[in-house]
């Protein structure tokens, strides 16, 4: 934890954001458990964050964009840490997959070479898991 700790520290302060315990706590979870809603953050945090606290914190992450919202199928906001990966989504569970790899960075790069900036794009992938798949 003092690894990421200093990581995160760093992190908040290059965003121009003061490291609290709140957002250091915030942060280690969606490190560990990649997607939360606000309500689940409160759930692991209730007894040293308050549900207040938790949710300018987050607004804050997203604001600097350290933290991004994800809506799955289910219609809730769900928060993770702003670094480039994807999920796969079970239609009949509901579970999360995360894809570490994304081959639509090489036609981001070709695009940038055609003069855009900003370049961004959300991939959304659905399907039914293999153990959903066996009970059916």
């Known amino acids: 934890m003092q690894r990421k700790t200093s990581e995160y520290s760093a992190l908040l302060k290059t965003h121009q954001l003061k490291t609290t315990p709140a957002r250091l706590s915030i942060l280690s979870l969606l490190s560990d458990k990649h997607l939360l809603s ?65 081959s639509i960075e090489k036609l981001e790069r070709k695009l940038k070479k055609m003069g855009f900036e900003n370049i961004q794009h959300r991939l959304e992938f659905s399907g039914v898991c293999q ?3 066996r009970s059916s």
Not at 66 to 93: A, S, Y
């Open 38 to 102: 606000i309500d689940e953050l409160f759930l692991h945090l209730k007894r040293k964050t308050d549900w207040s606290t938790i949710y300018r914190t987050v607004q804050s992450l997203e604001r600097v964009g350290i933290v991004r919202p994800i809506w799955m199928n289910d219609g809730i906001k769900r928060f993770e840490l702003n670094d480039h990966h994807h999920h796969i989504e079970c239609t009949q569970c509901g579970r999360l997959t995360e894809i570490d790899s994304c």
């Open 131 to 133: 153990p959903c798949a």
